[in-house]
Structure formats: structure tokens, C-alpha cells
């Protein structure tokens, strides 16, 4: 049997220096999670080619089958059936300090991740550091990375280590673990202990309570960039629609084919590439009218939406930004398909100002915002029925996309790009693209 390996998009890993953390006796560790691998050894796999059961998904209209295991660096782990031989274990030394690299590679889900009696210090995301963070479990969207710092200070014995899904519409409810084992001579429980404070499938307040944590380290040496005025302000509304099929014939809600959407724009990747289009000046592929607010503005969150606000228009829109302006972006999740979106942008790392629960107001939530010590990452969690609002500047000329990380949300059109213009000399002018391209 054969399975692909599924993972999002590239992720680029640029880690903090570590000159800050007196990194004299830290070992680093790797920690990866895939949603399946390159073995399939038991039933709770993504059976046959991943990509063919997208494939299928994506042309009958509905939702893909949810994964059957997830792994951490290549394996599911003890709670799966027959797995048990191929645990991943991490082997410490009493005393010392390890970082742990987390990445979350998995395709469809956020996941919360701890580790048994072992309080966690969060130090970087996103390759910016944070102030240190003590925490027994985090929570992290797909594509993006943490930096943990781990002390191996418990007694010697065995511990799991575990990361589950904080679920979606359709979710994979199984659990990973590998063990993470002290060396030396002691008596190793049979079964190792388990992470009782990794947070259960559903539990928003888990999400919010450690997002809302996250602060950027803020220093001399990092400092803050966040842009205190604005230029250029969007307001987009985050949805999960769908687009009716003849005869009500498709795998999605009433018959219809799933369209995910941003401002009810539900992205058309067009034949050309935008970004060799914009360069060689190629009409009809994408238009410039990419909308800065919803094109209706109704009660966004309420139970009781209006009709027909769920079926999105199809286009390849995009918006264009000025050279070094500075941007604003609310993201509005919407009850329309209410889920937690993990939005991520190319190109430039962005400044997390704000979040919150139901409609954003933009009288009295900017005063909230937080302007001295923003995160900077790339990815930002829109809540449930919630907002999330960034800042940037747009100083890296070019075409970026800008996407839900999850997988599915993604291939269904929550997707725009932003062209940004040339600034006035050709160090911020974008490059030529190479002599040869590859056809493909
Ligand atoms: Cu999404």
C-alpha cells in the first residue's frame, strides 16, 4: 500500500539567533507533525494516494475524508493500533535544556501539543522571538513554527509527549505521541504518563487563552515596527459557502459544490500565473477590484443570517498596494460555516494588533489594539465568529498571496494576492524572472 506524504504549502524556517537565551547547554530537537507518511501500516491511515482522495473531494463538491492518524517526526505513535513499535522518543539528560522546534505540517488542522508534567517555554514564532511564555500545552496553526525551550527536570522515567486536533468542521479525532525518555538507570513505567492538560478537541478557550498571551519580545535588539498610522484598510469577511450544482447533484451542503470565499470572492486560480502576468503585462487574467470591504455588510456572526448571503461570486482578484504603504487587515469570520481560520500571508511577516469575538466594531476595538508589542508572524488565527486584525508594511515589491492555511479552506477559493508596487529604485523593484523558465 503507498500513501503520499501531505503536507501545506513549503514552510520557510528562519529561526530566532539564540545568543539571547544563554544557549550554552541547549540541545535542539526537531519536532514535526504530518498528517500522514510515507508508510502505511495500519488501518488509521489516509489510505491509497492522498492527493487522490483531494482530487475526488474536490471534484464531487464536498468535504475531503478527515486524515486517519496524525504523526510526530513520521510516526503516529502508541494510540494507534499496531504503531506502538515505531514510537518516535526523545531521549534527555537529567539538568538540561532543550529547544524544540515545532512545526505544524499537517494539512487540515489546528493542534494542541504538550507534553506529561513538563511545563513548556514558548521564547519564538513565526522566526520572530516572543517574551517567554510558561505554559503546559500550546496551540499552533498549520504552517506555522515555535521555538520552545524544554527542561529536563522531572524524575527520570518515561513521558508522552502528544498533539491532537482543535477541530474543524470535519477533523481527524485521533491523538499523537512519541516519549520523550530520560537517560539513565531507573524503573520505566509501563505505560509513560500523559499530557492531562492537552486541551480536549473543542476547547476554544484553551485557543484564546494562549493566543491572547503572545507578545512580542520587544527589545532593543527586536524592536517594534508596527505601523501606527494606516494607508491602506481592509475588511474582509472570512466564509464558507457553496455554489449550487444542476440538479443539486454535488457532495456539499444541499447539493452543492463547497466555495470558500474572502469579501464573497471566492479565488479562480487563473491559467496564467498572476505574478508573470503582472510582470509581462498580460490582460484578462486576474482584474485589480479585489474588495476592501464586504460587498453587504449584514450581522456577520448572528444565528440567524440573511438568505441567500452563502453562495460567493468566482474571480481572480486581486488588490494592488503601494510601494512601503502601511496596510490594515480585519478579517471578519462570519457564521457562514463558522470555523477557526488560520490566515497566512506571503511575502511579509505582519504585526497580530488585535482579536476578538463577534462583529468588529471599528469605533471601539482599534482602541484595544495593541501597538507596543504586537507579534510578528505570518499566520493568525481568526476565531470562530470572531475577528483578527493586522498591520504591515508593504515593502517587499512583488505578487503574495494571501490564504486560509487549511488545506481544504484553501482549495476551495479563501484565497487573494496582493500585487505590491516597485518602490523608486531597483533594489525595491522586483527581479526579472530568470532566462530559462520551467514550463511546468
Ligand atoms: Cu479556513
Known amino acids: 500500500m503507498s500513501s503520499r506524504c501531505a503536507q501545506s504549502d513549503p514552510i520557510y524556517l528562519t529561526l530566532p539567533k539564540e545568543k539571547n537565551h544563554n544557549a550554552t ?201 508596527v505601523p501606527q498610522k494606516v494607508d491602506t484598510r481592509l475588511y474582509i469577511t472570512v466564509s464558507m459557502g457553496s455554489i449550487p450544482c444542476v440538479n443539486d447533484s454535488c457532495d456539499g451542503p444541499n447539493g452543492g459544490r463547497l466555495a470558500t470565499s474572502l469579501n464573497n470572492m471566492s479565488f479562480v486560480e487563473p491559467a496564467e500565473d498572476i505574478l508573470l502576468a503582472y510582470y509581462r503585462k498580460i490582460r484578462g487574467i486576474y482584474t485589480t477590484n479585489f474588495p476592501s470591504v464586504p460587498p453587504d455588510f449584514f450581522n456577520f456572526t448572528s444565528d440567524d443570517l440573511p438568505d441567500n448571503v452563502s453562495t460567493p461570486l468566482k474571480a481572480t482578484k486581486v488588490k494592488i498596494l503601494e510601494f512601503n504603504s502601511s496596510v490594515e487587515i480585519v478579517f471578519q469570520g462570519t457564521n457562514i460555516g463558522a470555523e477557526n481560520h488560520p490566515m497566512h500571508l506571503h511575502g511579509n511577516s505582519f504585526y497580530h494588533v488585535g482579536s476578538g469575538f463577534g462583529n468588529f466594531d471599528n469605533e471601539t476595538d482599534p482602541k484595544g489594539y495593541n501597538l507596543i508589542d504586537p507579534p510578528e508572524i505570518n499566520t493568525v488565527g481568526v476565531p470562530t465568529n470572531g475577528w483578527a486584525a493586522i498591520r504591515f508594511r508593504a515593502d517587499n515589491p512583488g505578487v503574495w498571496f494571501m490564504h486560509c492555511h487549511l488545506e481544504r479552506h484553501a482549495s476551495w477559493g479563501m484565497d487573494m494576492a496582493f500585487i505590491v508596487k516597485n518602490g523608486a529604485t531597483k533594489l525595491t523593484s522586483i527581479r526579472h524572472p530568470p532566462r530559462y523558465l520551467n514550463p511546468c
Open 25 to 225: 547547554d541547549l540541545e535542539k530537537l526537531h519536532i514535526i507533525f504530518l498528517q500522514s507518511s510515507t508508510f502505511v501500516v495500519a488501518a488509521s491511515w489516509f489510505k491509497g494516494d492522498v492527493m487522490e482522495i483531494i482530487q475526488t473531494a474536490l471534484a464531487n463538491g464536498g468535504e475531503p475524508n478527515a486524515s486517519d492518524a496524525f504523526t510526530i517526526n513520521g510516526q503516529p505513535g502508541d494510540l494507534y493500533n499496531c504503531s506502538k513499535p515505531g514510537t518516535f522518543n526523545v531521549l534527555v539528560n537529567y539538568g538540561k535544556r532543550y529547544l524544540l522546534r515545532v512545526i505544524n505540517s499537517v494539512m487540515n488542522e489546528e493542534m494542541f501539543f504538550a507534553i506529561a508534567q513538563h511545563n513548556l517555554t514558548v521564547v519564538g514564532m513565526d522566526g520572530a522571538y516572543i517574551k517567554p511564555i510558561e505554559t503546559d500545552y500550546i496551540m499552533i496553526t498549520p504552517g506555522q513554527t515555535m521555538d520552545i525551550l524544554l527542561t529536563a527536570n522531572k524524575s527520570p522515567s518515561h513521558y508522552y509527549m502528544a498533539g491532537r486536533a482543535y477541530a474543524g468542521a470535519v477533523y481527524d479525532n485521533t491523538t499523537t505521541t512519541a516519549i520523550v525518555k530520560y537517560i539513565g538507570n531507573y524503573t520505566a513505567p509501563s505505560t509513560p504518563s500523559f499530557p492531562g492538560n492537552l486541551p480536549n478537541f473543542t476547547d476554544i478557550d484553551a485557543v484564546t487563552n494562549f493566543t491572547n498571551r503572545i507578545r512580542a519580545l520587544a527589545s532593543k535588539d527586536y524592536p517594534v515596527e
